[in-house]
């Protein structure tokens, strides 16, 4: 399995950036996939999930109404849009995959993860 993140760089405050994640060596079916982000000196948290079937999504509070998570499942690819970015953004972002459908939102339950990708938002 393998998930490798794309897409990320700086970018000024207000500034938009879309993320992309590719997942090979999964046999998709009843996942969810999510982003999630780690700043430095802090915990890594969770941004957004989506079911792989449904479509179904949830935001954390601090990116919902910005942020949109979406799929692609021909091309096995996620996707972050970002809008309206802070400097509270920036962080590395990660995409992970769990192999069930409850939407988690913790990062322990997710079983693959890819290796990163930097987003840096400047005042």
């Known amino acids: 399995v393998q998930l490798v993140e794309s897409g990320g760089g700086s970018v000024q405050a207000g500034g938009s950036m879309r993320l992309s994640c590719a997942a090979s060596?999964?046999?998709?079916?009843?996942?969810?996939m999510a982003w999630f982000r780690q700043a430095p000196g802090k915990e890594r948290e969770f941004v957004a999930v989506?079911?792989?079937?449904?479509?179904?999504?949830a935001y954390a509070d601090s990116v919902k109404g910005r942020f949109t998570i979406s799929k692609n499942n021909a091309q096995n690819m996620i996707y972050l849009q970002m809008n309206n970015l802070k400097p509270e953004d920036t962080a590395i972002y990660y995409c992970?995959?769990?192999?069930?459908?409850?939407?988690?939102?913790?990062?322990?339950?997710?079983?693959?993860w890819g290796q990163g990708t930097q987003v840096t938002v400047s005042s």
């Open positions: 989506i079911t792989w079937r449904g479509g179904s999504t």
């Open positions: 992970a995959v769990d192999r069930t459908v409850f939407m988690q939102t913790q990062a322990p339950e997710y079983d693959y």
């Open positions: 060596g999964l046999t998709f079916g009843a996942y969810t």
